[in-house]
């Protein structure tokens, strides 16, 4: 995806200002971030949990 959609949504899912995802969350070039949601939190929807962020691809093959 492109790091303005990417940043934009993390910040919907954290709950913080959008106006300020340069501020708050940096992206570099096909880095990637993974949110998961734990049961429970606001209207029982579930919390975000920030479980990599801005986390660089791995392009080298499993025997490298």
């Given at each position: 995806g492109h790091n303005h959609v990417n940043r934009l949504r993390l910040c919907l899912h954290l709950?913080?200002?959008?106006?300020e995802y340069r501020e708050?969350?940096?992206?570099?070039?096909?880095?990637y971030?993974?949110?998961t949601y734990?049961?429970?939190?606001?209207?029982?929807?579930?919390?975000?949990?920030?479980?990599?962020?801005n986390t660089a691809a791995d392009w080298r093959s499993p025997s490298d």
């Open positions: 709950g913080w200002p959008m106006a708050r969350i940096g992206q570099d070039p096909a880095a971030s993974v949110l734990v049961a429970g939190g606001p209207a029982g929807g579930g919390s975000p949990v920030v479980r990599r962020l």
